[in-house]
């Protein structure tokens, strides 16, 4: 590669590097205009374990929560903009909870479990495909990395474990109390395995952050010293003239049932 061409590379990553720091340090430094205020408690160390890494930066997150919504129902059901929250809890809800806030409903009651979710920004794609990956193994198969317009790369952390049933009809239950009670049992098994999932990606992330420490540094030493280099060892046979194909040679077998893939979407907006 000539010198010149090397040289516009370097620079070009290292403007993008100094871009993403500020972002970064935008971000962090803004108030949390969430409805609660602050990190939910289930993912304060998630967030705090990947803001601590240069490549990385959370913008928003929500460890999970069951909610009581009133409003005028459309195709898409119930929108939080243009209603009413009657009730909205991050741990495991009782019925007697439910109950009474459906009495304050006066339209299209909607009870929903919205599951885990987590937006990060990250410094390049390879790191988005990392931590994907850590999404994946963890459960979050709806999970999904965008670039935008200006090349922010964002990776959303999703499940497909949600809930959303109407209980009642301008301001009528249409529903017993046994079946609320039922929605309930399975919203709160629900909230359970989000919150083990959520365990299970933050113990994979510190692994994968781990090994790619190590990595990185094994790199470096190898680089620093040539006499850390192995050299290849000669294959009596091929001296013999017989061609036996090494196992390097073999062509890689990939199952594609199994390869979630990365999911890049081009967006037509600024992030």
């Not at 885990?116 to 990392?130: E, S």
């Not at 294959?235 to 196992?247: A, D, H, Q, S, V």
């Amino acid at each position: 590669m000539p010198k010149w061409r090397a040289g516009t590379l370097n620079s070009s990553r290292m403007d993008r590097s100094a871009e993403f720091k500020r972002w970064k340090a935008q971000c962090l430094s803004k108030a949390d205009l969430s409805r609660k205020g602050s990190v939910d408690e289930d993912v304060i160390e998630l967030v705090q374990l990947l803001n601590a890494r240069e490549q990385f930066f959370t913008t928003s997150s929500c460890a999970g929560r069951i909610l009581l919504l009133d409003g005028d129902i459309n195709g898409l059901g119930v929108q939080k903009q243009n209603c009413c929250w009657l009730l909205v809890t991050h741990i495991p809800c009782i019925k007697d909870d439910v109950m009474v806030a459906l009495k304050k409903a006066n339209g299209d009651a909607v009870f929903k479990f919205e599951p885990f979710v987590l937006h990060v920004q990250c410094r390049q794609l390879q790191d988005a495909q990392m931590l994907h990956s850590v999404a994946i193994d963890s459960g979050f198969r709806n999970s999904g990395i965008t670039v935008g317009k200006r090349g922010k790369i964002m990776l959303a952390v999703r499940s497909t474990h949600g809930l959303e049933v109407p209980l009642s009809h301008k301001g009528k239950l249409m529903v017993t109390e046994e079946y609320i009670e039922f929605l309930l049992n399975i919203a709160n098994q629900k909230m359970e395995e989000n919150k083990k999932r959520i365990e299970r990606f933050y113990n994979c992330l510190q692994l994968a952050l781990e090994r790619e420490t190590t990595n990185s540094h094994t790199k470096i030493k190898e680089k620093n010293n040539p006499f850390c280099t192995p050299k290849k060892k000669r294959n009596p046979e091929k001296l013999r003239g017989k061609c036996i194909p090494e196992e390097n040679d073999k062509e890689p077998e990939i199952d594609d049932d199994n390869d979630p893939g990365i999911n890049v979407a081009i967006f037509p907006k600024d992030y």
